[in-house]
């Protein structure tokens, strides 16, 4: 299981690496060839074919702590907070007390298209979809650094983390009512390649007679037909057996492990030099066939590990993180269950944007956006100025505030002979690292891409 725990912290550090849906800053541009993912009102004049490979690239990353919790320097290198030589207060000063959260998205589009028949335009594209939502108590980071050092209990509950893969194929189309009106409406067949999560409803931890005493309620639950699961006999007052993380190996996936179904719907109303414009996408779901599944007793067992012993100070990167996910894992005693189907929501997202048009070049306009996912809800306010030059060359700035603080973004849409190109990126307005990371907090969102049009 330390794979699949390392999985989802490799497939959060490439969010925000990089920095699903697509730009929001991309809402206010004329003619950007993916407004249909932020509005299936929103389809180019023009029609396309994305490049494999470079359609269209986008990731995101949001969350009220940042790297510098758990990245530091020593002695000329990086190490982890895990490090005996950085001190506790240095580390937990950097998280919230309570919940931090922490959401991430890679979406990369595999192949597009669009057309025009009798009148009609028609969309249809392929996505790679990838989400990485957690939330982290301040308690279980203090565990962690500080093992029995820091207290006789601790309260780990509202520990969550999900990470979910899946492919889109999708079928846009919009279509006018009148002079002044357009609806659109996406369609999108959904197949489901990894769910992986694990939820911890309650649990206490109490350090008594060099043990750790243990009680709660958890599970951990994930879709992938690869899996080779062990078991092994659990500790006193607990189940018969229960799942070995550590012995679990991955094989190759055989098909599938999810399939669903979405939609999006979208209206602009042309006013004049006033545009009105509102989305819902992704409502929809994927059922899910999960294969391994366990939850813990709800009674009262023993741990004999110890959570601030997971390194010695000498260890690899790798090997801190391998220690780290098996200290934690072997904390509890997850009964191995029968196979588990579950119905998982979409993370539906709400728009509502207005555009004033100044002039044929000169727009200014303001967008709000509320994300409900089951972990990091997200809403936004941001407001825009776009620049349109010769009719070829896109230049929109815009600015906003969001529950993870302030943002502002810039984007590029360049149309000349039969290419378009644009790229563009939604910043955290904070302090940065020289490498250009957010220290206190992670809030940015990146794209680029290029198609041919004709």
């Known amino acids: 299981m330390k794979k699949i725990i390392l999985a989802i912290a490799a497939a959060a550090a490439m969010s925000i690496a990089v920095q699903a849906q697509t730009l ?15 509005n299936p009102a929103f389809c180019p004049d023009y029609t396309f074919i994305g490049l494999p490979g470079l359609s269209m690239d986008y990731a995101s990353a949001q969350s009220n702590f940042g790297l510098k919790g758990f990245f530091y320097p020593f002695n000329g290198k990086t190490v982890t907070f895990l490090h005996p030589e950085i001190s506790a207060s240095e580390v937990l000063g950097n998280f919230k007390h309570g919940i931090n959260k922490l959401n991430a998205e890679i979406d990369a589009n595999l192949l597009a298209f669009s057309f025009k028949s009798h009148g009609t335009y028609g969309l ?7 989400t990485v939502d957690m939330t982290l108590p301040y308690e279980m980071m203090k565990f962690f650094k500080m093992g029995a050092e820091g207290g006789q209990s601790y309260d780990l509950s509202g520990f969550n983390t999900r990470a979910t893969s899946f492919l889109e194929v999708g079928i846009a189309s919009p279509w006018r009512v009148g002079r002044q009106v357009t609806f659109g409406m996406r369609a999108k067949a959904l197949v489901g390649i990894t769910d992986l999560y694990m939820n911890v409803d309650r649990m206490d931890v109490k350090f008594d007679r060099n043990q750790w005493q243990v009680s709660g309620q958890a599970c951990v639950a994930g879709a992938y037909d690869g899996f080779n699961i062990a078991t092994k006999p659990s500790a006193a007052g607990t189940y018969e057996e229960v799942i070995d993380f550590s012995n679990i190996t991955l094989n190759k996936p055989k098909g599938p492990n999810g399939v669903g179904f979405g939609v999006d719907f979208g209206v602009n109303i042309d006013l004049g030099p006033w545009e009105i414009s509102a989305s819902i996408v992704d409502l929809g779901c994927i059922f899910w066939w999960h294969n391994l599944y366990g939850h813990t007793p709800g009674t009262t067992w023993t741990y004999d590990g110890a959570a601030a012993t997971v390194t010695d100070g000498t260890d690899t990167f790798g090997q801190t993180l391998e220690n780290a ?9 997850f009964r191995k269950e029968y196979e588990n189907q579950e119905l998982g929501l979409l993370p539906i997202t709400g728009r509502l944007g207005v555009k004033r048009l100044m002039s044929s070049a000169l727009s200014f306009g303001g967008l709000l956006t509320y994300r409900y996912n089951e972990f990091c809800p997200i809403w936004e306010v941001r407001t825009s100025a776009d620049y349109l030059l010769l009719d070829k060359f896109d230049f929109t700035g815009s600015v906003g505030v969001n529950n993870f603080g302030p943002v502002f973004g810039a984007m590029a849409n ?7 190109l644009f790229a563009g990126v939604d910043a955290y ?20 891409g290029a198609n041919i049009i004709f």
């Open 24 to 38: 929001q800053t991309g809402y206010f541009v004329d003619n950007y060839t993916y407004g249909y993912r932020l």
């Open 325 to 333: 996910a098996d200290g934690f894992l072997e904390m509890f005693q």
């Open 414 to 420: 360049l149309r000349f002979s039969h290419l378009v």
């Open 429 to 448: 307005a904070g302090k940065l690292s020289k490498q250009f990371i957010p220290v206190g907090r992670m809030n940015s969102s990146a794209l680029f």
């Open 124 to 130: 249809i594209d392929v996505n790679l979809r990838n």
